[in-house]
């Protein structure tokens, strides 16, 4: 590893998974993808990545089949940590147990994902966050 402006996506609870940034441009992986910890002492720890990134060989990472956004993306993230959650240190999150796992999502009456409610979702739980952010930073700056 060489110091640079990639980032170099661990198993790691914090920061969105980036533990550094490295110069190395070899199996750099896209954003807008998922990785997920599948070793280590948070099985199941999600991210979503919005820029490129190279990540380690304790991360899968999970290029989606759908047109996801971060939003999506968000909504995905704690549901997969709560699958992932359930496997212990020991024993790992495998490749093939993850392929095997059951993720429940919203659904359509034809049965495929709801994409707008999960987006919706989100964007309603950003909102509301934001607006406490205010009020705390309001408070803050009555204090000084």
């Not at 190395?24 to 280590?40: Q, R």
């Given at each position: ?32 993808t998922l990785t997920v910890c599948y070793n280590g002492s948070d099985i199941g720890r999600t ?98």
């Amino acid at each position: 590893m060489r110091d640079g402006t990639t980032r170099y996506i661990g198993a790691s609870s914090f920061n969105n998974g980036i533990t550094t940034y490295i110069s190395n441009n070899e199996h750099i992986h896209p954003g807008n993808t998922l990785t997920v910890c599948y070793n280590g002492s948070d099985i199941g720890r999600t991210f979503y990545q919005s820029e490129s990134y190279w990540a380690t060989d304790d991360v899968n990472v999970l290029y989606p089949k759908f047109n996801m956004n971060e939003d999506i993306a968000l909504f995905f993230a704690p549901i997969i940590k709560c699958v992932g959650g359930l496997h212990e240190y020991d024993d790992k999150w495998k490749l093939e147990d993850m392929k095997t796992d059951t993720i429940k999502l919203p659904v359509v009456a034809d049965g495929s994902p709801d994409f707008d409610y999960m987006k919706s979702y989100i964007q309603t739980i950003r909102r509301a966050s934001e607006a406490r952010i205010a009020v705390l930073c309001s408070l803050q700056n009555k204090s000084t």
